[in-house]
Nanobody, 127 residues
């Protein structure tokens, strides 16, 4: 079992920045970590993903150039640095883990490709 705890959400004005953290504990055999977000009116959507080695990162087109995903292996933590925030970035942000027993060839944007999810952290961007 892997437990994930997200933090760092909050209320920020448009153009501002936030850094989200996702800390994993328990049996942490992690292949990759993804960040997703969900507005109550929409389906959960992919934001960014990173391999645990840090060698590979992926971003949704809507956040490229504004968000950066990174990880600190020593702290078992993945970060999502969010800059130039827009009102449309408002959502609950979730991190998710894909374990090592699963293939390294997968659709990193798919919610079904991840094994564990955090409880989410609210990000609200005011205009």
């Amino acid at each position: 079992q892997v437990q994930l705890v997200e933090s760092g959400g909050g209320l920020v004005q448009a153009g501002g920045s936030l850094r989200l953290s996702c800390t994993a504990s328990g049996r942490t055999f992690v292949r990759s970590v993804g960040w997703f977000r969900q507005d109550p009116r929409k389906e959960r959507e992919f934001v960014a993903a990173i391999s645990w080695s840090g060698a590979t990162t992926h971003y949704a087109d809507s956040v490229k150039g504004r968000f950066t995903i990174s990880r600190d292996i020593a702290k078992n933590t993945v970060y999502l640095q969010m800059n130039s925030l827009k009102p449309e970035d408002t959502a609950v942000y979730y991190c998710a883990v894909r374990e090592t027993y699963r293939s390294d060839t997968y659709d990193y944007t798919g919610t079904g490709e991840y094994d564990y999810w955090g409880q989410g952290t609210q990000v609200t961007v005011s205009s």
